[in-house]
């Protein structure tokens, strides 16, 4: 019945979301008023634009697999994105931004929209 399925999220800001998505993520951004981020795989993951009415997700709305966090966030950070320190709280943040209290390494950031992102460990990518 259900073969297919994607995921998306609003922006305040469709131009900011091109250039963080394409320019400093270097995933592969096709459209101009909605945007499709393409993953590998069969779907892809949509940005609409809502202005003034968005309001970032108060939750991780996008996951991205690597076999690398501290890596990863090393060199995303070398590329101008800001990482997360989420001090006093059940999942603190070290000195390099990655949550290492249990389960898979992972290192939380936003988008220019403030949707929250996460790197998280996968030893299978």
Sequence with gaps: MLGKAFSG????????????YGDLLGLTVEGDDLLWIRVPG?????????????????????????????????ALRERGVAFER??????ETDDDFVFRGGGPLIAWFTDPAGNVLSVI?????
């Design 42 to 74: 069969d779907s892809g993951v949509l940005v609409y634009p809502k202005g003034d009415a968005h309001e970032p997700a108060s939750f991780t709305v996008l996951n991205f697999p690597v076999d690398d966090v501290p890596g990863t966030v090393a």
């Design 86 to 91: 989420y001090a006093g709280t059940p999942v």
């Design 121 to 125: 460990q996968d030893d299978d990518v």
């Design 9 to 20: 999220f609003s922006v305040d800001d469709v131009e900011a979301a091109r250039h963080f």
